[in-house]
């Protein structure tokens, strides 16, 4: 690929998977969006400087729940899980997610833990948007939490 930054979008049908996309295209960053099933060899053949694991109206402690191949995590570059796809990291590192009480829908406020270049420029107490019926009760060994809702 001719691409200086090529990120591979895995999708496992959020609604938001075109917006992040387009986002990731207006700072200039050449992306495509693929199904969560797209093959570790096609991964591969894409060379992605980075991926991400979008978001999905499952839970991954179903029994029929889409799943990555777990060598993605060995391919020695960056990998962003958003609602769905931070839940399918948690559990493959040994994290718990379980069922919220109830679904939570619509705005609410970032709490920046820790600084991270992911979030430069985000202001803490920032209005983000939330759609989850689950959420992360344990991280994984050697994850750390960097912001929070």
Known sequence: MLHQQNILI??????????IARRIR????????????????????????GIILSGGPMSV????????????????????????????ITTNFGGKVEAAKSREYGKANIELVDDDVLLMGVNDGSVIWMSHGDYVTDMPNGFTVTAKT
């Open 26 to 49: 207006e700072s200039k960053v050449y992306c495509e969006i693929h199904t969560h099933s797209f093959s570790i060899e096609k991964i591969k053949e894409q060379n992605p400087t």
């Open 61 to 88: 402690y179903e029994d029929d729940s889409p799943k990555v191949n777990p060598e993605i995590f060995n391919l020695g570059i960056p990998i962003l899980g958003i609602c769905y796809g931070l839940q399918l």
């Open 10 to 19: 895995l999708d496992f049908g959020s609604q938001y998977t075109q917006l």
